[in-house]
């Protein structure tokens, strides 16, 4: 039995009326389960993600999350989700820690949250750096903030874009564990990334986003099946799908 | 310490520390004694024009027009910041005061601005209708009323998502704002006016309203008119003194640069640089190329040859104090001290491109006076205090290096 947690129907959506970005998407992310959203610069990937944050709005189709569109349920949409950006983006005047508190604010979280935080401080190795001012951090650091912050909220519904750049190893590796624990305890991940050899090890489905368009989606077995190549990596199907101009 | 409701005050707060920092440092420049000595000599052409006015001169269409230029131009400012995409984006729902209270503060700062314009324009209105005080304070009042409704209606304009044009409703806000101030400036009969004004407010019920029900509340759209407009503020202080917040905007202008390269300074290092940042970055030739056209239009509008030449000094001055902020243009960039440059090298080609477009701004004035008046004597005039003005600008000391 599956449940879908995000549901994007046949979306048309961009920044200009005359000139879609994105042509009748459709895909869905299931509880828990982990969606690679792949695909070259400029296919659309942040696009998609943008609508589906509620940032833009669609010219044709929907998107549901936990069954409601954004303006169905403004209240409570957002609170499903949380959302790690591809630039970190924090505030100079806030410490690690007060950003964490932010979160808590924004999604109104329990007060148990304190915890929670104490946890994720630790598994990512900022303990020290609580009360330091992340504005200043390098990028991998200031990326920790942002994973740490989505984390802490334990939404339905994580939306994950490129978080691998500028981490360091273990950093990468305390991600992906942490991710997969969400992942089993019911969540759903939709993570656009390039690192293809990390996704195909941990993400349970792909979609290949290709000029606004869905050119081959599915497990790695189904998409080796449809290339005609067992045992073909991500890496060669998804220069196949996208080479063959599909 | 953390507080939806505080956000809003806290952020406001913040912005207004610096910018009262930056405008003390304006207040002591000597560009302020510049400025005050361009308002008396605007000042008092201003009542000599409404002396010589023609008969026919459209005074109450040009009134309206400007008016309705300042009411629905409606910059609204809401002290966002980029990470708000991730971290206040859940609260949206929560955060109707916090908007509410950008809007207020919004329209305070234009109501401002809109009795200045109205205040400005009150002698020519006096000229044209000879209308009582009172009455023009009721129209002022009622100017504020409409800059109002204009910021609820810009409001609304923001929600629209990115593939709905705007323009359908700016169009319909300044031809209502046209009509009905037009209305009230010629004193139309009371039925009009009520008849405008209960249509007004009906657009902005039935037309307008609905969008912030259908659509989401754009914050990109929202975060890139904060930047521009803090942007627009920092670099009138970087006329004054450097600010380190200003990021650099940089635009291509392929005519006007390859024209550059041939007729400004382009031989050495510095040379190039500056020439290239003249016409590319932020706003220098924009500065420039006003203050030219307004120095040109007060030369033509001044009556007597001492109006034209106190003018032409004036503006020739103001325009050097002005470009003088593009000498520490490159300063932070460390690659360029790393260049084996001769000394003074960066001294004498920004001397050299501050003459050369002073120059050329002192042969136009001069031009243009002598075709004006077809006498050679003003040409001369014009131009020898262009050339003093010139020669005492770059005289200066640039700045600290």
Redesign the interface.
Known sequence: MTNSILEVNNLT?????NK?VLHDLSLNVNENEIVGLIGLNGAGKSTTI?HV?????P?KGNIRVAGST??EN??TY??QF??I?ETP???D?LTLW??L???A???ELDDDWQQRAEGLLKEFRMTNMKNWFPGHFSKGMRQKV?IM?AFLVQPSLYIVDEPFVGLDPIGIQSFLDTMVQMKEKGAGVLMSTHILSTAERYCDRFIILHDGVIVMSGTMTELQHEIGKPGATLDEIYIKATRSGK | MMQLEMLWKERAGAFWNIALRYFRLIGNSSFLFTLVLTLIFGAYYYSELLKVLPETFPGVAVITIIAAFVIVRTPLRFFLSEADLVFLLPAESKLKDYFLRSLFYSFMLQAFITVVTMVILAPLYQHEMAAGTSYYIFVIAIMLLLKGLNVLMKWMELHLPAHRSVVGFVVVRTFMTMLLSYLLFVQASWVFVSLTAIGFVGVLLFVFFPLQGKYAIKWEKLLALDEKQSMKFYRTANLFTDVPKLKQSVKGRRVISSIADKILPNDTVYEKLYQKAFVRSNEYLGIYLRLLLIGLLVIVFVPGTTGKMIGAGLFIYLTATQLRTLYPHFDAHVMIKLYPLKSGQKDLAFQKMLKRLLGVQAVLFALIALVLTQSVITFFLIGLIGSVAVLVATMKKTSKP
Not at chain 1, 13 to 17: L, V
Not at chain 1, 53 to 57: A, E, I, P, S, V
């Open positions: 959506g961009g920044y200009q009326a879609p943008k944050l509620g940032l833009l709005d010219m954004f303006s403004k209240d957002r609170k949380s959302y950006p983006l924090l505030y005047e007060e950003h508190q932010l979160t604010l924004a999604y942002m912050c």
